[in-house]
């Protein structure tokens, strides 16, 4: 008789425990899925183009190349609102690749005084480039109308996509000095620098005439990077010198897992995601190249320093993206 109400109590407690682990998963799943909202605002202004100081007079989202970092989880419905400044002498608009809609709505252009606002869900998990889409799109792109969207899979860290001990963000673009031409950036006439987040040599002290700082991360660390290739008429040969990317995860979708790549050919406007492991106990560098000669020379090149001083900040938050 004990025994038989010892097992029931068992059962019940069974029960009870499996009837709470049920909806905390319930509930953690409805919770998971938020509404995040992002405001832009479109803002035609100068700024330093590479570590000396070199004015630029440049289109943007928010003030700066690249354009902010928007970082969603799966599933997530992105309330998005562009404003554009009414000092502006130009038409802006959104396009966000990672966005479901309608070329000819939600991505139209907005005049200066105007507003947008759209919405979508972010359904698929990765590494996506958003940019101004208004006329002449080249034009605009290269001013430095573009950024990345980061989708982080609602799955979370796994085997197959394990959790980086640091994350960076590097984005290619073309510069052409005299940008008041789009015609001769369609036909790539005047390309005089490739930047890289805004900057030529941005994070190479090798290089760069002004101070630069390099990427940092301690020896054989998982150093994860989201790259997004903003050229309009490049490609890019993205290589890591004395590395190897020791995973590719194409447009940055967990599920597209490339190994042991050396180089890999990033189309213009695809985004990608590539993880590199540096030896351990020893510090080295790589140089993360654009490794098209004309592109690396023009200022795609990026140094990531792996040692143990590296600044335990650095790569984490919101120093993915150092200005
Ligand atoms: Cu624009
Ligand atoms: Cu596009």
Known sequence: MGKKQNYMNYRSITGFIF??????TL?????????VKVTMHAIETAVDIDNSGTKYDAWTFGGAIPGPVVRVKEGDLVDFTLINDKKNGNSHSMDFHAANVDVLDEFSPVKPGDSKHFKFQA???GVFMYHCGA???AQHITKGMFGIIIVDPKEGYSKAYPKPDREYVLIQSQYFKDSGDAMA????????????NGKIFHYDPLHSKGLANALESKPGERVRIFFVNANVNEPVALHPIAGIWERVYLNGNPKNIIHGMATINVAVSEALTVDIVSPSGRTTNNAIVDHTMKAALRGAITVLTNS???????????????R
Request: glycine share 6%; hydrophobic share 40%.
């Open 308 to 322: 143990p001083d590296a600044d335990p900040k650095m790569g984490k938050g919101d120093k993915i993206l150092p």
């Open 185 to 196: 950036i369609v036909n790539n006439v005047g390309w005089t620098n490739s930047l890289i």
């Open 135 to 137: 006329a002449n799109m």
């Open 123 to 125: 359904n698929s998990p």
């Open 19 to 24: 009837a709470i682990a049920l909806c905390i």
């Open 27 to 35: 509930n953690s799943q409805a919770v998971e899925a938020k509404t």
